[in-house]
C-alpha cells in the first residue's frame, strides 16, 4: 500500500481526523510538509470542482500521489447554502464564529432545519484522477453546543442523533462523520488498486 500521500491541507483537525481511520502503514504529509507554501485555488463553483482543482495543483507541486478534499454544509432552507462557500460564507476572511453567527441569524425563525454536510476527496496520481463522496445527513440546531470539533460543529447534529458534532468525541464522529464515508470509499480504493498508489 501507499507509503506517504500528501493530504492537500495544513488544517491540523482534518490531519487528525483522517490518522485516526487510516492503517498505520500510510505516511499523511502536510503541505507543510512537502514544502508546498501558496494558497491552493478554491476558485470553482462546486464542491465537486474545488476538491479537484486543489488536488491537481497540489500534485503538480509535490510530485507525489496527493489527495484533497472540499466539504460543504448544505442547508436545505437556505436552498443549500452556504454549500462551497462554507468556509467564507460570512466574508473572504471570515472566522467559523461569524460564519455560524450568519447561519443561525438566517435561520432565524425558520422551523426547517435540515442540512448534509457533503466532503468529496479527489486522489491524484501520475496513473489517474478520481474522486469519492461522503454525505451525512441532519439538522442545524437552534444554538451553539459544544467545544470540540471545527467549522459548523457546534450547531451540526447528525441523523439519528441528540449531540452536535461539537458535543462527541473524535472517536463517537469518526463513527459516523461525512469525511470518514469518502475516505472509506477511499481506502478500499486504494486496496484494490495499490499499483496506482505508488506512483
Excluded at 46 to 63: H, P, V
Excluded at 178 to 195: D, G, I, P, T
Amino acid at each position: 500500500m501507499i507509503k506517504k500521500i500528501v493530504f492537500a491541507t495544513n488544517n491540523l483537525n482534518k490531519i487528525k481526523e483522517i490518522q485516526a481511520i487510516t492503517p498505520s502503514n500510510i505516511e499523511w504529509i502536510s503541505l507543510a510538509e512537502a514544502a508546498i507554501f501558496e494558497e491552493l485555488p478554491e476558485t470553482r463553483e462546486t464542491i465537486e470542482a474545488n476538491s479537484l482543482q486543489k488536488g491537481e495543483r497540489a500534485f503538480e507541486l509535490a510530485d507525489l500521489p496527493c489527495m484533497s478534499e472540499d466539504t460543504g454544509l448544505e442547508v436545505e432552507a437556505l436552498h443549500n447554502e452556504p454549500g462551497v462557500r462554507s468556509a467564507r460564507y460570512a466574508g473572504d476572511l471570515s472566522t467559523s464564529e461569524e460564519n455560524i453567527d450568519k447561519l443561525l441569524g438566517a435561520l432565524h425563525e425558520i422551523k426547517n432545519r435540515k442540512a448534509r454536510f457533503k466532503t468529496v476527496i479527489s486522489f491524484c496520481t501520475k496513473e489517474r484522477i478520481i474522486q469519492f463522496e461522503g454525505i451525512l445527513n441532519g439538522e442545524i440546531a437552534q444554538d451553539r453546543r459544544g467545544s470540540n470539533g471545527f467549522g459548523y460543529d457546534s450547531v451540526f447534529i447528525p441523523e439519528g442523533q441528540m449531540k452536535t458534532f461539537a458535543e462527541m468525541n473524535l472517536e463517537e464522529k469518526n463513527q459516523m462523520s461525512h469525511r470518514k464515508r469518502a475516505f472509506v470509499k477511499f481506502l478500499s480504493y486504494l486496496k484494490l488498486n495499490q499499483h496506482d498508489s505508488s506512483k
